[in-house]
């Protein structure tokens, strides 16, 4: 790799406020992450998965403290658990050729998108984190992790006078619990603690939520009605912000300080 091709990928990643997400089409870059995917699973399921295309669902960003950026793809096929993560460093020419390509794509539409009036909360602090990194963290997709767990904090931009959810923003301290409880047994005080930090209380909600985190693909179940008197938030109308379908999200937080509370609810697309 050429200091010209982490030069332009760094700048492509400093528009997209550090971390980009996408599902690479048949290219240089998805051949050579299938080839690493079909290298780290076992024998059977590399077969499987050789008998036909599967779709990958890709992360790049950079770690902390670290100058060179990490690609995290996760495997998009029915009953298949299993995420990667390749340096920058170890992608071929034409595979980072690829990948210039789709960044490219990704920073043109977010410059479009900022010529858009916008109001944007204060900059998250160093609790927080977007659901790119968290998302890598916890060895899922962002788009699962925005569906399944709900959010601490969010950002917004108004256009004509309404306001729309912009960016989702979960608590490093909630991201690190889930890491350790995918891979841990699940004791009381850790169901606790999710039902109290992003399920409004409800250990029925927080107990689903680590069986899905554990079993990341599997089947998704019918919503349970809430219990009486721990009702979950309801769907907000039309005048306030209500995040995509199936996703979760707490209008209020005890992380969320006073300067975030935007006063009224914005809404989402």
């Not at 200091?3 to 492509?12: G, M, P, R, V, Y």
């Not at 499987?48 to 790049?60: C, N």
């Not at 729309?164 to 891979?183: A, N, P, Q, T």
Request: some cysteine.
């Amino acid at each position: 790799m050429t200091s010209k091709h982490l030069e332009a990928i760094n700048n492509h990643l400093a528009v997209l406020q550090g971390q980009a997400f996408f599902r690479p089409q048949a290219g240089q870059l998805k051949e050579r992450l299938t080839q690493e995917v079909l290298q780290a699973v076992g024998e059977d399921l590399a077969e499987t998965l050789s008998q036909g295309p599967f779709d990958l669902e890709v992360t790049v960003l950079c770690p902390d403290g670290d100058s060179h950026p990490v690609v995290s793809f996760t495997v998009d096929y029915p009953g298949v658990d299993h995420t990667s993560q390749i340096a920058i460093t170890a992608l071929t020419d034409a595979s980072l050729e690829d990948l210039d390509g789709y960044l490219v794509r990704l920073s043109e539409d977010a410059q479009t998108d900022s010529n858009v009036k916008t109001l944007l909360r204060k900059k998250q602090d160093a609790d927080y984190q977007e659901k790119g990194p968290a998302s890598a963290r916890l060895k899922v997709s962002p788009e699962w992790l925005k569906r399944v767990v709900p959010c601490t904090d969010y950002s917004y931009e108004e256009i004509e006078g309404k306001k729309y959810i912009r960016e989702y923003y979960w608590s490093k301290e909630l991201i690190e619990r889930l890491f350790k409880i995918k891979s841990t047994k699940t004791t009381p005080e850790d169901l606790q603690y999710v039902a109290k930090e992003c399920c409004e209380g409800d250990l029925e909600w927080a107990r689903d939520l680590i069986a899905r985190l554990k079993s990341p693909n599997r089947p998704e179940s019918a919503p349970k009605e809430p219990q009486k008197n721990q009702g979950r938030p309801e769907q907000a109308k039309s005048s306030a912000a209500q995040p995509a379908s199936g996703d979760r999200t707490r209008s209020r937080s005890r992380h969320r300080k006073p300067a975030r509370e935007p006063g009224k609810n914005p809404e989402s697309r």
